[in-house]
């Protein structure tokens, strides 16, 4: 399965990763803008049923 993101799409799906992570984000280049979901330093989570859930449902 190949994904193709627009660089909205790219964002989101970067940002997601700052909103579950809590404490670390790694990356290899380009470092990431901070999100303030992650600068709280707290676990979060998105509600049930985003974009991520829905691009999850469609992996074979």
């Given amino acids: ?3 193709v993101l ?3 799409e790219a964002k989101f ?3 997601t990763v700052q909103v579950y992570s809590k404490e670390a984000v790694f990356y290899v ?3 990431p803008e901070i999100i303030n979901a992650f600068e709280a330093r707290e676990h979060r989570q998105y509600d049930y049923n ?3 859930d829905r691009l999850i449902a ?3």
Wanted: hydrophobic share 40%; glycine share 6%.
């Fill in 1 to 3: 399965m190949t994904l």
């Fill in 6 to 8: 627009d660089a909205g």
């Fill in 13 to 15: 799906f970067n940002d």
């Fill in 29 to 31: 280049n380009e470092r």
């Fill in 50 to 52: 985003n974009s991520i």
């Fill in 58 to 60: 469609m992996i074979p």
